[in-house]
């Protein structure tokens, strides 16, 4: 297993010249499976240019934490839904009043997009999870509800003893325990980390980690690696990076920084992720 990140910024798409380094990407995940089978997570801005890598794809699978316009924005521009040899199947949260395929197909209709959902050429097909565990081609995935306003969850990757969590947006300070079970003993953590500090204490019940809080959750889950991931729209590379040393020394381990275009392989016994 491998995996590589296409979009890490959190809350708005965010290109420009303070964003370089680490990117402006809303969120989206590409995990390359063993089968060959795409397994992505998350629809931000960043699927947009992972979905040019798939022409001629004939299966795809979705993974969504939630439907907040950060993880869903790009889905619109993904280039498999325009092709009617290709099944999508998507997994998400229930949703309350409505489905996950109804609320997808309204996101994907006018007034909000130019077509119908009944228009797109693929073939999509929708499964609802919530604290679960199941099987894809040999890769391992489970699921868990997290502290974020709405139904969300984050996942749990496994395949021939790699292991990755992600967990984009989590609020440990109200759950203390909220993602541990899913990051526990990981090889890669990819953890919410958008605020510092002093930012937290404005925006308590946003749905977000604090550096205090990204730390705590580090040091009891300790993974392999610890990646700050769903960066603040407002931080440029040079506040992440000093938003990185802070972590560290809360954290009292090294922690990097998820960037756009961020391979990570080479942290489990198997030597992938």
Same mark, same amino acid.
């Given at each position: 297993?491998?995996?590589?990140?296409?979009?890490?910024? +959190?809350? #708005?798409?965010?290109?420009?010249?303070? $964003?370089? /380094?680490?990117?402006?990407?809303? $969120?989206?995940?590409?995990?390359?499976?063993?089968? =060959?089978?795409?397994?992505?997570?998350?629809?931000?801005? =960043?699927?947009?240019?992972?979905?040019?890598?798939?022409?001629?794809?004939?299966?795809?699978? #979705?993974?969504?934490?939630?439907?907040?316009?950060?993880?869903?924005?790009?889905?619109?521009?993904?280039?498999? #839904?325009?092709?009617?040899?290709?099944?999508?199947?998507?997994? @998400?949260?229930?949703?309350?009043?409505?489905?996950?395929?109804?609320?997808?197909?309204?996101?994907?209709?006018?007034?909000?997009?130019?077509? /119908?959902?009944?228009?797109?050429?693929? %073939?999509?097909?929708?499964?609802?999870?919530?604290?679960?565990?199941?099987?894809?081609?040999?890769?391992?995935?489970?699921?868990?509800?997290? !502290?974020?306003? @709405?139904? $969300?969850?984050?996942?749990?990757?496994?395949?021939?003893?790699?292991?990755? *969590?992600?967990?984009?947006?989590?609020?440990?300070?109200?759950? %203390?325990?909220?993602?541990?079970?899913?990051?526990?003993? *990981?090889?890669?953590?990819?953890?919410?980390?958008?605020?510092?500090?002093?930012?937290?204490?404005? /925006?308590? =019940?946003?749905?977000?980690? +604090?550096?205090?809080?990204?730390?705590?959750?580090?040091?009891?889950?300790?993974?392999?690696? *610890?990646?700050?991931?769903?960066?603040?729209?407002?931080?440029?590379?040079?506040?992440?990076?000093?938003?990185?040393?802070?972590?560290? !020394?809360?954290?009292?381990?090294?922690?990097?920084?998820?960037?756009?275009?961020?391979?990570?392989?080479?942290?489990?016994?198997? @030597?992938?992720?």
């Amino acid at each position: 297993m491998r995996a590589t990140i296409w979009g890490c910024r +959190g809350s #708005l798409a965010t290109p420009g010249a303070a $964003t370089v /380094r680490y990117g402006g990407n809303t $969120t989206s995940l590409e995990i390359q499976t063993g089968s =060959g089978v795409p397994v992505l997570v998350d629809a931000g801005t =960043g699927i947009r240019d992972l979905g040019r890598t798939l022409a001629g794809e004939t299966q795809v699978h #979705l993974l969504l934490t939630h439907l907040h316009l950060d993880h869903v924005e790009g889905l619109g521009f993904f280039a498999p #839904l325009f092709d009617p040899a290709c099944t999508i199947r998507i997994w @998400g949260p229930p949703q309350d009043g409505a489905s996950l395929a109804e609320r997808v197909a309204a996101y994907l209709s006018p007034p909000f997009f130019p077509l /119908r959902f009944e228009e797109l050429p693929a %073939r999509i097909e929708f499964t609802e999870v919530w604290e679960e565990s199941w099987q894809l081609d040999g890769l391992m995935i489970r699921c868990a509800p997290v !502290q974020h306003p @709405g139904n $969300t969850v984050g996942y749990r990757f496994e395949e021939e003893g790699a292991s990755l *969590a992600f967990i984009p947006d989590n609020e440990p300070a109200l759950d %203390r325990d909220s993602g541990l079970t899913l990051a526990e003993d *990981a090889d890669v953590l990819l953890h919410d980390a958008q605020f510092t500090n002093d930012e937290y204490r404005d /925006r308590v =019940g946003w749905g977000h980690s +604090g550096l205090t809080h990204f730390a705590n959750l580090v040091r009891r889950a300790q993974p392999g690696r *610890a990646i700050m991931f769903h960066h603040d729209p407002a931080h440029s590379d040079e506040q992440l990076e000093e938003m990185r040393l802070r972590a560290e !020394q809360l954290a009292g381990r090294p922690v990097e920084l998820a960037a756009d275009g961020l391979a990570l392989a080479g942290a489990s016994t198997a @030597g992938s992720v």
